[in-house]
T-cell receptor, first 115, second 106 residues
Framework: EVQLVESGGGLVQPGGSLRLSCAASGFTFSNYWLSWVRQTPGKGLEWVANIKQDGSAKYYVDSVKGRFTISRDNAKNSLYLQMNSLRVEDTAVYYCARGNAFEIWGQGTMATVSS | DIQMTQSPSSLSASVGDRVTLTCRASQGISNYLAWFQQKPGKAPKALIYAASSLQSGVPSKFSGSGSGTDFTLTISCLQPEDFATYYC?????????FGQGTKVEI
């Protein structure tokens, strides 16, 4: 079964850090672009970042540039999002998704930034 | 950034209805458009890619059309499980962007 499973969310104070992980199974991980997409409570969807199959290219939405870093480990079939200097407005459910048309999604992990 | 505008923001429909949702891009995106369905508390589910291609396992009652700036998602013969929020998304240019969603309710 093709599957993405996120973990690493939690409660953190403004200015703090979190590292999200996404474990993939059921497909050849190294063949695909991968993305992080977030959804604020009760609101819409926002693409955050994506990474090329071999990690040689990475793109970010402006609001997270310089604070978030996307990475992957193809040997471990895993995608990561290091989130630093977190702000209240980063509070969201974070999903990992496969491809640029997001054909497969994980179940999401909640990151809450609050004092 | 390419802005994606969906209309209507919500619509009321009945079981058995045929509904058409619209998505407009602020500039041309060729056919680099996807559609998603999301139910409360769940992750989005991919329905359509490349504007009109059905994702694997998605029933044929869902269909997409359009190119350039104007796109539609049509759901024929609405069933109770189809009541959800639908999002469009462009992947022609960075940043990748979503529409604000159309809620289909009874």
């Amino acid at each position: 079964e093709v599957q993405l499973v996120e973990s690493g969310g939690g409660l953190v104070q403004p200015g703090g850090s979190l590292r999200l992980s996404c474990a993939a199974s059921g497909f050849t991980f190294s063949n695909y672009w991968l993305s992080w997409v977030r959804q604020t409570p009760g609101k819409g969807l926002e693409w955050v970042a994506n990474i090329k199959q071999d990690g040689s290219a990475k793109y970010y939405v402006d609001s997270v540039k310089g604070r978030f870093t996307i990475s992957r480990d193809n040997a471990k079939n895993s995608l990561y999002l290091q989130m630093n200097s977190l702000r209240v407005e980063d509070t969201a459910v974070y999903y990992c998704a496969r491809g640029n048309a997001f054909e497969i999604w994980g179940q999401g992990t909640m990151a809450t930034v609050s004092s | 950034d390419i802005q994606m505008t969906q209309s209507p923001s919500s619509l009321s429909a009945s079981v058995g209805d045929r509904v058409t949702l619209t998505c407009r891009a602020s500039q041309g995106i060729s056919n680099y458009l996807a559609w998603f369905q999301q139910k409360p508390g769940k992750a989005p589910k991919a329905l359509i890619y490349a504007a009109s291609s059905l994702q694997s396992g998605v029933p044929s009652k869902f269909s997409g059309s359009g190119s350039g700036t104007d796109f539609t998602l049509t759901i024929s013969c609405l069933q109770p499980e189809d009541f959800a929020t639908y999002y469009c998304q462009q992947y022609n240019a960075y940043p990748l962007t979503f529409g604000q969603g159309t809620k289909v309710e009874i």
